[in-house]
């Protein structure tokens, strides 16, 4: 709203000739003049008018000018209207009467007209800057709104994504801010279809909605990736190869991401750009440091991205610990810095019994006093466990499934340029996993069709001897063979035939995998479960345990496996 | 001898009102004499509260008229009315009744 060039002027005043002068006074400047006889005429008037200035005779019958000025003041409320007391009053108790009840300033009789155009001036201008600075801050208050609005928004969306790991599992603790995302952290983690957990923690550069931007397909990624069963570096190339594309230059995250595998108890890590992780073994109460030795993800094209990792035992109990700068960065009273000396002196004086995660956490909390914020600060830790402790955690991630494909057939080719750069056991486990049912089922899933296709594969399309690894040095030949044969292969396939059904309590999946190999010659044997002394078992005995049957046809270059689910396991 | 009026001060207020300077002072003739009138009816009620309102506001509109000796005289009433003195009040009133009519006289002559 702006302020007018012209001006109401509401002039309150019980002597006539008194308001005559004033009203030519006014008029002559050009203004509008409402004129009233007393205070009640002068409010119902402000009411009905809504004038920009207001003028008041301090002495009036019925109600007075103080009177008058308080209901006015009021009735403006958030508006500056500002009142001007018109009065011989010389004392200084009624003058100080006159601004207790709102008075902006005072005229005194006989009047002066340039006196009066210069206050009606220097009110102008200050209603306008008043009308300005109003406009202003609600436009501000508005801004505010909006993106408060925008980030629950953003927020709500990206816990959706972010909350459907696994980072409730039994051997998970975290600290992370519930605005974390808005600081740039994010934390995800999910279990693979082998059973192995992968968590990455990313630090953003920037705060606010920049950086809460890349958190989105970080973890649309990383869930959709992990849950298909595809590697931690796959994973890894597709996110920096995503974050490449879509952040600008200067924008990157921080990351470290880790796969934990709880059969065989180690760990693979990848860090690039996190402080140090500690690895803390239980019985010992040594810690490893693991270094960032690559760059942020989101810097480099795929060529040049490095994907190398570090390999770690781990020990039931042994503790991976992982964090953003926020922890070593936070600062103290004097501006200090909490820095990595100190976090490794809470491992070092840890008693192996205590519980480091929350003695960390306490530590960093007294070391920047009071005034410590949460926001900065992400946490977490990956404990050593068996794999059922596991298990458990991750079954009920799946429960809540009702639709989706029901019957179904496929038929699936692999060609020779394929062999040699693809793994298709990802695409197809995507297409399985969309079947209820059969997502809780998908670790059996990928062991029964990862043995089956590198049989098919390895044996039938290549022609390796399976015996040759019973030695070390035919396992060495052996791997050799695969990769230069692999190399001039021309021609062959492996085929996938799928068919699912449904049964009453579950349903059955029929796989059956052919290759353009000349088969073999122990099918029967392999066929009705004999041993086959100087023959490799082809990993069949294993897949026996987890399917409802498993036969040979032909001549051995087709094989056709059975899984059965029910709704009730 | 003192102005009753101050010549200056209704020069300006000449300029100021232009046409409807005429209806002015007709406004505050008609508007003092019924002032003074109250006056002293109030003064025979000894309503001293009011003497002192009535006669501040033709303080205010005499000084504006430019009568000077007028306001002046208006003030005393009001500060003797503050204290509830009668005495003085009758003498002040006597002096403004006379005082009224030479810028009574002064006004309608300019």
Redesign the interface.
Known sequence: MAVPYVLKVLIADDTDSDRLILESIVKREGHEVVCARDGLEAVELFKSTAPDIVLLDAMMPRLDGLGAAKQIKELAGDELVPIIFLTSLTDTESLVKCLEAGGDDFLSKPYNRFIIQAKIKAFKRMREMHVTLHRQRNEIALHNEHLLQEQTVAKQVFDNIAHSGCLDAANVKYLLSPLAVFNGDVLVAGIRPSGNMMVLLGDFTGHGLPAAIGAMPLATSFYGMVQKGFALVDVLREINQKLKSILPVGVFCCACIVDMDFVKRRIKVWNGGLPDCYLYRAKTGEVEPVRSTHLPLGVQGDKAFRDDCVYLEMDLGDRFFMWSDGIVESRNHEGGMYGEERLRRVFDSNDASGNLFDEIIADVHDYSGEGCRDDDLSLVELKMVEPHEVDASVDALSGHVSTGLMEWALDFEVKPSTFRLFDPLPLLLNILVEVPGLRRHSGSLYTILAELYSNALEHGVLGLKSEWKESPEGFSRYYTERTERLRVLIDGFVSFHLSHKTTADGGSLLIRVGDSGGGFSHVEKLNVGHKTEGYSGRGIPLIRTLCESLRYIDNGSQVEAVFSWSNDQ | MTQAVDLE?LA??KD???D?FT??VQ??LA?TEARVALLHELLTQQDFDEIR?NA??M???S????ASLLTDLCFQVEQQSKGNHLDGLDTLLSQIDEEFLLVKEALENC
């Open positions: 001060a300006a207020l100021i009102m232009e409807e209806a002015l406004t505050y508007d309102k501040h506001s303080k205010g509109s000084s504006n008229l430019g």
